[in-house]
């Protein structure tokens, strides 16, 4: 299910192929734990993993913190949901949208679920979508707790979404250099281990099926958390892999392959 990744690095991967697994979402965003800068930015990215069938977005609306949002929900068609608060200093609108998630799920309508929140109130939530057997989409800020990371299939940091984040492919993020990139152990032994699980006899891997497997061990591993849009542009960066295309036929896309450069 998790074809997402493979499109991304796969150049191969015809568009024939893409729609077939296209995917029918249920988009719910928490407001009181999301910015509406994201708005352009997250539809976008959702776009890449299948389509948004249900869009809606959970809050107070008589509260002035969410006047922000109210701007661009009728431009995007974005449903909003009331829910008052019972209590002072309580949230209620977390409930809300848990519950419509589970009438969401029940109602067989759809293969996975996109949850727009920096809370990890929505951790077991993303457990139990999944245990049924969908794919989960979280949103968050990077301070997202662990647990709900976690428990996505992939995780996306809203900071790379913001208005302005992304002109023309490059991310206005600001790049790691390559003298970090070689001390960032974690990232290091994410792609080692990847390629380790895919590699032939010479070591080659395909990048498609490394960004497979480095998502499945860390759901918010993304190229351009450090700053670079692709997976390939990253690895070259760091400077300790090697890359190359290869073709299997004249007028084929080419495929691109990675491995650990060899000691000499």
């Not at 708005?39 to 948004?52: F, M």
């Not at 949850?115 to 049924?132: C, G, P, Q």
């Not at 290091?188 to 390629?195: D, F, P, V």
């Amino acid at each position: 299910m998790l074809w997402w990744r493979e499109r991304e690095n796969n150049p191969g991967m015809t568009i024939l192929e893409s729609d077939r697994k296209a995917e029918r979402l249920a988009v719910l965003i928490d407001a009181d734990n999301a910015q509406p800068t994201i708005v352009e930015g997250l539809l976008a990215e959702i776009a890449k993993y299948g389509t948004a069938s249900v869009k809606r977005i959970y809050g107070d609306w008589t509260t002035p913190s969410l006047k922000g949002w109210k701007e661009v929900l009728l431009e995007h068609s974005i449903q909003p949901m009331q829910q008052f608060g019972y209590t002072k200093g309580k949230n209620s609108t977390d409930s809300a949208m848990i519950i419509d998630a589970m009438d969401l799920l029940y109602s067989s309508n759809f293969d996975g679920f996109c949850i727009v929140s920096s809370d990890s109130d929505f951790t077991r939530l993303a457990s139990r979508i999944r245990e049924a057997g969908l794919t989960v989409y979280g949103f968050g800020e990077k301070k997202t707790p662990i647990p709900f990371v976690s428990a996505c299939d992939k995780f996306i940091r809203t900071e790379v979404l913001r208005a302005g984040a992304e002109e023309s492919g490059d991310t206005s993020i600001k790049q790691v250099p390559t003298s970090k990139l070689k001390q960032d152990t974690k990232l290091i032994n994410l792609l080692r281990g990847a390629i380790d699980a895919s590699s032939d006899e010479d070591g080659w891997a395909q990048l498609g099926t490394v960004g497979s497997n480095v998502a499945k061990q860390s759901p918010d591993f993304d190229a351009r958390n450090y700053g670079y849009s692709k997976l390939k542009t990253l690895v070259n960066a760091m400077q300790l892999f090697e890359v190359k295309e290869q073709s299997f036929g004249a007028g084929q896309p080419k495929s691109i392959y990675i491995r650990e450069k060899r000691k000499k």
